[in-house]
């Protein structure tokens, strides 16, 4: 297992929901062709090249505090995984020595923004993305695992699947868990903050939070 790419797999099984949910939307559809893409807004072409499209961009990561809250069945299931070929005796020496070290715990906070040229595609585009998330608050292991499957075998090129090759997308899926995805509404001063930080055209947007990901001590981490 590699959790180091939990953030990485975090944001891949978010875009992947997004994806399929427009996919299969009619309404949607009659837009035409939507990109969904994970880039930093100022690489998102506006004006005269502007399409439809909706964008994630991860643009701050902070602690969870929670992390004394995961149950030792959690801690020893996540030190477990990809430690399988290794002998007991070890195995329980790297399982004490996580539950004494535990895993540094992460929210990963999303500006979820909607491009469009014409009339309307940035409001529809952005009312069926928070729909989406909003009725999608709890991804389980079984769909994160299926994305990062997806993300893996559909864009062999791209720099997260080559991340993938020689790990177990099984392992990391397992020890994600779970991802919770809820909204956060920011007032204007602190939205106008992230736009003048961003340093871009302000288009309409929303932000979310991922929670908890967890990412192991070296001790605990497959050699």
Do not use: C
Request: a negative charge; proline letters at 4%; aromatic letters at 8%.
């Amino acid at each position: 297992m590699s959790n180091a790419l939990s953030i990485a797999a975090v944001t891949a099984v978010i875009k992947n929901l997004l994806e399929n949910g427009f996919v299969n939307d009619a309404i949607v559809g009659s837009i035409g062709d939507v990109l969904v893409s994970a880039l930093p807004p100022d690489k998102i072409e506006v004006g005269k090249d502007e399409r439809a499209q909706i964008n994630l961009f991860l643009y701050q990561v902070t602690q969870n505090r929670n992390v004394d809250w995961i149950s030792r069945e959690f801690r020893d299931r996540h030190s477990r995984i990809g430690d399988k070929d290794k002998d007991k005796d070890l195995d329980k020496a790297k399982n004490q020595q996580q539950f004494n070290n535990p895993p540094l715990a992460l929210d990963l906070h999303y500006l979820l923004t909607a491009y469009g040229p014409k009339d309307f595609q940035s409001e529809i585009l952005l009312g069926y993305a928070m729909q989406l998330l909003h009725i999608s608050p709890v991804v389980k292991t079984e769909v994160i695992e299926a994305a990062l499957r997806n993300a893996s075998a559909t864009a062999t090129s791209s720099v997260f699947s080559q991340a993938l090759r020689g790990i177990s997308v099984s392992d990391l899926a397992q020890g994600i868990g779970q991802i919770k995805i809820s909204s956060e509404f920011l007032n204007m001063e602190d939205s106008s903050k992230i736009w003048s930080a961003l340093q871009t055209h302000y288009r309409p947007s929303v932000t979310y939070y991922a929670s908890m990901v967890l990412i192991d001590s070296p001790a605990s981490i497959k050699g």
